[in-house]
């Protein structure tokens, strides 16, 4: 039976780093607060999360992805901050900020290192340069003799990964196929999370493009 389902948006998996210097301004008794993530060579990081809140609320002010400038900004109260920065493969960093009454941009430098604090940012990750953005549109869900899924997707995906948990820590990423059979315990799901990406490159640098993670419902 072929079901044409909606994909329902999910937050995706961030990532990312270490700290460095900052700059400054203004005057305010609430103010906006920034991240700004560069690489050893001061260039800015583009699909970094970052995380801005209190503790044990840690997006509580803001979750989102760096742009192509490699900022972040959020409008926060002046209380202290905890701030939480990372992307894959790379040290993530959580930090404590003052509270401020004035207008802030600190600097992040990514650098290598075992995984960290991990920030969940919310919004569609910075494609690359010369990597157009992905977008899954419809998922038609056969459930014949086996549970096979066919994307329509927009951009060009390298890779797919699929779980039954939207943080995908049981999954890892597999060449991108418009037919994709879901086999074992996952085929028995009632919802399962989805995400593709386009990747290309090596352990010295890479461009890389997720869609967001959509959820699809498997009717019994």
């Known amino acids: 039976m072929n079901d044409r389902?909606?994909?329902?948006?999910?937050?995706?998996?961030?990532?990312?780093?270490a700290v460095a210097a900052m700059t400054t301004a203004h005057t305010a008794s609430a103010a906006t607060y920034g991240v700004r993530v560069v690489d050893p060579a001061g260039k800015p990081v583009a699909g970094a999360s970052v995380c801005i809140g209190?503790?044990?609320?840690y997006s509580q002010f803001g979750a989102e992805f760096t742009g192509a400038?490699?900022?972040?900004?959020?409008?926060?109260?002046?209380?202290?901050?905890?701030?939480?920065?990372s992307k894959t493969r790379f040290a993530g960093i959580r930090i404590e900020e003052p509270a401020r009454?004035?207008?802030?941009?600190?600097?992040?430098t990514l650098v290598d290192g075992v995984p960290g604090p991990r920030c969940r940012a919310g919004s569609t990750m910075v494609e690359g340069p010369g990597i157009p953005p992905i977008t899954i549109q419809n998922i038609d869900v056969n459930q014949g003799a086996a549970l096979v899924l066919r994307p329509t997707v927009?951009?060009?995906?390298?890779?797919y990964r699929i779980d039954s948990d939207s943080s995908f820590s049981n999954a890892k990423w597999k060449p991108y196929t418009d037919s994709i059979?879901?086999?074992?315990?996952?085929?028995?799901?009632?919802?399962?999370?989805?995400?593709?990406?386009?990747?290309?490159?090596?352990?010295k640098g890479w461009l890389e493009a997720r869609s967001e993670v959509v959820t699809i419902t498997i009717t019994n």
């Open 5 to 17: 389902i909606s994909a329902f948006k999910k937050l995706t998996a961030g990532t990312v780093l």
């Open 54 to 57: 209190l503790a044990g609320n």
């Open 69 to 85: 400038d490699g900022i972040v900004r959020v409008d926060v109260p002046n209380v202290p901050l905890v701030v939480t920065v």
């Open 101 to 108: 009454g004035f207008n802030l941009v600190k600097q992040v």
């Open 154 to 159: 927009t951009g060009a995906p390298s890779h």
């Open 181 to 203: 059979r879901v086999a074992g315990n996952l085929a028995s799901q009632q919802s399962l999370f989805l995400q593709m990406r386009q990747y290309a490159g090596s352990s």
